[in-house]
Every structure is written in structure tokens, then in C-alpha cells.
T-cell receptor, first 114, second 115 residues
Framework: AQSVTQPDIHITVSEGASLELRCNYS??????LFWYVQSPGQGLQLLLK??????LVQGIKGFEAEFKRSQSSFNLRKPSVHWSDAAEYFC????????????FGAGTILRVKS | SQTIHQWPATLVQPVGSPLSLECTVE??????LYWYRQAAGRGLQLLFY??????ISSEVPQNLSASRPQDRQFILSSKKLLLSDSGFYLC??????????????FGEGSWLTVV
């Protein structure tokens, strides 16, 4: 069955430090992969997505992610974290053959300390 | 541009009362529509999705139902709420192909507290 694992429930980084959020997926076909961000009490905002092509994708707010097929991973990175990046981050795999549905990971809560 | 509206934003309902959450999408035609639920401290769970008017697929057995009376309208309902129905409900849409294709976009969500 399709699944997404985000092994870190919470991560705390200092403002200005680099960030990497991990995501591993289990899916039989070529995946469509997404990262979303959710601020408290709000909906989900799309950060970036990977469908095909260049395995390093750029997103909004200075985020990027790299697709590694051999590791079944799609880790999210940012070189310098800002306090406004504190939020919950969700990785998801798109099941296009099933009505374009998403399977989400459990999320990683990012805390930024000054 | 496409926009999604979801309401009410917040509601508190007693156990056993009915529920109706409504979602509409503007700026696109024949979207796929979705209802997700996010319970406290948990991830997102797909409840229903729809690929067209009157076409509803249920992902999990539950106390809820969904309807799509118009192309860009999606309604989540319950006849009798349970305490376990409390959570954050998110409506979402997607289209196949094109600039916005194959990506799911979310509304701002509705907080439901069942007391």
C-alpha cells in the first residue's frame, strides 16, 4: 500500500541555520511528490512539487527538495531558516491513477529559536 | 484565478446534532473535489473525493456523508454528530492537466468541535 513517512515529529532549529526535513515514500509507480506547509489554524499551502525531470525542485519561500528514487526520499531543505518558517510541514504522494488523491505523511512541526 | 471558499470557519455543535460544511471553487470547471479531516495531533485523512456531479467516493466508513449538487460545490454532512467527529476539515480541489494540473489546492479549513 502507498505510504509516506516523516520520521521527525518535531524539529527545532536556530534562526539562520539550515534545515532539512525528511520524507520517505512507498509507492509502486513513479510518484508525484509534494510538500505543503500549514500555519496554526490555517489550510495547507503548496511549497513545491515534483512530477518528473530535474530531481532538484525549487519552491516558494526559498525551499527546495530533492527526489532520490534509489532512496525513495523527497527531503525538503532550506539554507537559512527564518522565524516565520515555524509551522507544520507535510510531505505527500499523489495517486494519479486513483482520482488524483494524496496520501500524506504525519507531518513535522518546525520550531525556530532566536 | 482559481479560489476556494469553505464555510463556516468555526463551529461548535452538540453531540447528536446535524452538520453541514460547504465548499465552493471558482475559476475552474469540472474539478476533482475532496474533503480531508485533520484530528488533533494527527495527520490528514481523506474522507471523500468526487470526480464529477453526483459522483462521490468514500475512503473510510464513518458518520459523515458528502454530496456534490453542482460542478463546483461540495458539501460535507452528518445527521448526528459524534464526539469523535471533532477536528479540522479541509476542502480541496484539483484538475487534470494544464498549468494547475495534478496538484491539490486546499481551502482555509473549518474547525468543528463537538461537545
Amino acid at each position: 500500500a502507498q505510504s509516506v513517512t516523516q520520521p521527525d515529529i518535531h524539529i527545532t532549529v536556530s534562526e539562520g541555520a539550515s534545515l532539512e526535513l525528511r520524507c520517505n515514500y512507498s509507492y509502486g509507480a513513479t510518484p508525484y511528490l509534494f510538500w505543503y506547509v500549514q500555519s496554526p489554524g490555517q489550510g495547507l499551502q503548496l511549497l513545491l512539487k515534483y512530477f518528473s525531470g530535474d530531481t532538484l525542485v525549487q519552491g516558494i519561500k526559498g525551499f527546495e527538495a530533492e527526489f532520490k528514487r534509489s532512496q525513495s526520499s523527497f527531503n525538503l531543505r532550506k539554507p537559512s531558516v527564518h522565524w516565520s518558517d515555524a509551522a507544520e510541514y507535510f510531505c505527500a504522494v499523489g495517486l494519479m491513477e486513483y482520482g488524483n488523491k494524496l496520501v500524506f505523511g504525519a507531518g513535522t512541526i518546525l520550531r525556530v529559536k532566536s | 484565478s482559481q479560489t476556494i471558499h469553505q464555510w463556516p470557519a468555526t463551529l461548535v455543535q452538540p453531540v447528536g446534532s446535524p452538520l453541514s460544511l460547504e465548499c465552493t471553487v471558482e475559476g475552474t470547471s469540472n474539478p476533482n473535489l475532496y474533503w480531508y479531516r485533520q484530528a488533533a495531533g494527527r495527520g490528514l485523512q481523506l474522507l471523500f473525493y468526487s470526480v464529477g456531479i453526483g459522483q462521490i467516493s468514500s475512503e473510510v466508513p464513518q458518520n459523515l456523508s458528502a454530496s456534490r449538487p453542482q460542478d463546483r460545490q461540495f458539501i460535507l454532512s452528518s445527521k448526528k454528530l459524534l464526539l469523535s467527529d471533532s477536528g479540522f476539515y479541509l476542502c480541496a480541489w484539483s484538475v487534470l492537466g494544464g498549468e494547475w494540473g495534478n496538484t491539490i489546492y486546499f481551502g482555509e479549513g473549518s474547525w468543528l468541535t463537538v461537545v
